[in-house]
């Protein structure tokens, strides 16, 4: 992010605070009227400090950030103006006269189209009004308002005419014609109409107009109007719709449930918190601490002195590992990828940095856009939607890795010696034993390496029964496979098939020939999508499992000092031989430059790339598609797993990994001497 961009986020938030103060003074002198300001909720009398009112000074929340400081989430800020009723003048006349006065500022400064909803039942101008058709449609606001209108009338009939209606409103309100134009009553009635839409009262203010601008701020305060406040408004604005909306989260109201843990946190009932995602993972740094204003006034209502009793407090922003540049191409790669592959209609995507466990980007598709989120018809579609938009396959979707699998198969059974590199079985397309499960071809005799390359089910075959199940878990569990990744969002722990599995869960006993289906990645082996790029990881750096991670770092937002860096965290550790590192890294290498679907996607990366596809079956469905893939080979930077849902075949899932690649290595290119 450019300096000049970095300054305008600064300013803008200082601008913010500025505003919280301005609008909160401007409260206080607004209020003040040519009467005794009145009302005892509205001041306490201290015998030292005089008349003194208080006000709530939102702290801003912290906004979000790539590794690169480009903003993902910030904040809109706005100003609403707004009737409060402690605060009103003290007449009727008088109240008239402040509403009229406001309206006409509101379209003496540009706000006209800043009011409020205007579902009034009537048209035209008093006294020649009519009711407006619009009054029927019951689902309507109009409708909904005048039936509930009419309900709270002692008049015997439920339908009524104008005239009835503007009679009630001109005498409950006094609007004399003596004393105001037609066009000012018929403003008065519409502006009484909505206060009791609203019920305007002791506990419920009334929003005149919002995103009002600062003339308007600045004509109220030189009028001296009475009644009037205006409330900050704060919204979350993303830079990306529809970007990253499974790892950002959304914001919402506390609940009953999560009430007392709030509140003992000193959080205000009313506060906006996070509920998903990083919004709700990093809500302690992220948050802002409330400010409280007081103004003292004196025995005549003349204000005295403003000060902060506590001054509010910013959150810090929060600095992710994503890099919004993989995670655009993740996403669109990952949506091309279902587009191409008939009768597939969902996948996911996870991109790590294997040397640090930081993850660059995570993509479920189908995805949502949280620019929408809000609207109930949207929310419902997305409820609606078979292809689950809403729920977040990389981290919580547990999938069958398939022959990804037999990469970690291979170095336990290296590492154990079980089989050496130059052992061989020989493939006539199925497994003699055990009801002769079959293989994708006729291999003939071949060993561990060329077992890899070809996905061989009968060399695996050979090595599970030879091994059993449990032997390989161990090693497998060590590099990362049902495992928790560490990530801070919520993540599913994933199924390590075995006989322990089978009898926790109630199920039919392990039998030996179990151990053949497990070897290859079936049986009932579940992993998420993260599970299989920190498994890669683990293998592809020599045997470091870090904890996958989002936070980068934490920064303080008016200095972007940083109070928190994420280092690096290592969970476990695996020991395998040079000559078993060597051998796999060469065996997926071998993978990606021996199939002409993977030579097809991976052409255009600019570095060499290995990786291991796996088809897993699904019950019922049309097979799984999955690919590993790292790069470069001779020095892995990043390692990305990719999930396609009735894929049909492993390789048809590298399409998205490559897009992911290509974007990631000409960014990186090296600099030419």
């Known amino acids: 992010m450019s300096r000049r961009v970095k300054n305008a986020h600064i300013s803008a938030r200082y601008l913010t605070l500025g505003l919280a103060f301005g609008g909160m003074c401007l409260a206080f002198v607004i209020a003040l009227g040519v009467t005794q300001l009145r009302g005892p909720q509205l001041f306490g009398k201290d015998q030292e400090e005089g008349y003194v009112r208080t006000y709530t000074v939102p702290g801003g929340r912290g906004e979000l950030y790539d590794c690169e400081g480009r903003l993902l989430v910030g904040n809109s800020t706005s100003y609403d103006l707004i009737y409060e009723y402690g605060a009103m003048p003290d007449t009727r006349r008088e109240v008239n006269q402040s509403l009229l006065a406001t309206y006409d500022a509101i379209l ?23 009711l407006t058709a619009k009054r029927r449609d019951s689902s309507s606001a109009y409708g909904k308002a005048y039936a509930r209108f009419l309900e709270r009338q002692e008049w015997e009939d439920g339908e009524t005419d104008a005239q009835r209606v503007m009679k009630y409103f001109t005498k409950r309100y006094s609007l004399l014609e003596s004393l105001y134009t037609n066009e000012e009553i018929t403003t008065l009635m519409r502006f009484y109409y909505e206060m009791e839409r609203v019920d305007f009262g002791q506990y419920a203010s009334y929003t005149v107009a919002s995103d009002v601008n600062m003339d308007l701020i600045t004509s109220l305060e030189e009028s001296n109007i009475e009644g009037v406040n205006f409330s900050l408004r704060s919204e979350r604005v993303y830079a990306y719709p529809g970007i990253a909306s499974h790892i950002l989260g959304q914001l919402g109201r506390i609940t009953a449930e999560t009430a007392d843990y709030y509140l003992g946190q000193d959080y205000p009932l009313d506060a906006l918190v996070g509920v998903s995602g990083c919004e709700a993972a990093f809500e302690d740094r992220l948050r802002g601490r409330d400010g409280v204003m007081a103004i003292r006034y004196d025995d005549d209502g003349n204000m005295i002195e403003k000060y902060y009793k506590v001054e509010p407090k910013s959150g810090n922003d929060v600095y992710l590992t994503i890099d919004i540049d993989l995670q655009l ?20 995507i996870t991109v790590l940095d294997p040397n640090t466990g930081a993850v660059r980007a995570i993509a479920s598709y189908p995805t949502y856009d949280l620019t929408k989120f809000e609207s109930a018809d949207y929310y419902a579609s997305l409820l609606a939607d078979g292809n689950l938009p809403l729920y977040n396959r990389a981290l919580q979707g547990v999938y069958a890795p398939g022959s990804t699998y037999k990469i970690g198969a291979a170095l336990a059974a290296l590492e154990t010696g079980a089989i050496t590199a130059s052992d061989t079985q020989t493939c006539h397309g199925a497994y003699p034993f055990y009801d002769k499960p079959s293989c994708l071809g006729q291999h003939g005799t071949i060993g561990v390496t060329e077992a890899i390359r070809e996905s061989c089910n009968v060399f695996f075959y050979y090595l599970g029964e030879a091994m059993g199940i449990d032997a390989i878990t161990p090693y497998t569990q060590k590099l990362g496979l049902g495992v928790s990744t560490g990530i801070e969002l919520s993540e599913r722990a994933g199924i390590v098939a075995g006989p322990a599995y089978r009898k926790a869960n109630g199920l039919v006993d392990w039998q030996v020939g179990d151990n053949l289906s497990a070897a290859i990645g079936q049986s009932d082996h579940g992993y998420t999508p993260l599970q299989l790029s920190v498994y890669l990881s683990t293998v592809v750096n020599g045997g470091t499992r870090y904890r996958a991670h989002l936070l980068d770092s934490v920064r303080e937002f008016y200095t972007g000092t940083v109070v928190e860096q994420t280092q690096a965290e290592v969970l476990e550790t695996v020991d395998f031989s040079d000559a078993t590192y060597d051998l796999l890294i060469d065996a997926m290498g071998q993978v990606v430059n021996h199939n002409y679907t993977l030579q097809s996607y991976f052409r255009d990366v600019p570095v060499t790339v290995g990786g291991k596809t796996g088809t897993a079956q699904v019950t019922g469905k049309t097979d799984y598609a999955v690919f590993c893939g790292f790069a470069p080979l001779d020095s892995p930077q990043l390692v990305i797993s990719c999930v396609l849902e009735e894929g049909a075949n492993g390789a048809r899932a590298a399409y998205a990994v490559s897009r992911v690649m290509k974007t990631y290595f000409e960014k990186n290119a090296p600099a030419a001497e």
């Open 329 to 348: 191409a993740a996403e669109e790669g990952l949506k091309t990828n279902v587009s191409m592959v008939q009768g597939s209609d969902a996948g996911a």
């Open 108 to 130: 003496r400064t540009g706000n006209g189209d800043k009011l409020s909803e205007d579902v009034f039942p009537l048209e035209g101008t008093y006294p020649n009004m009519k």
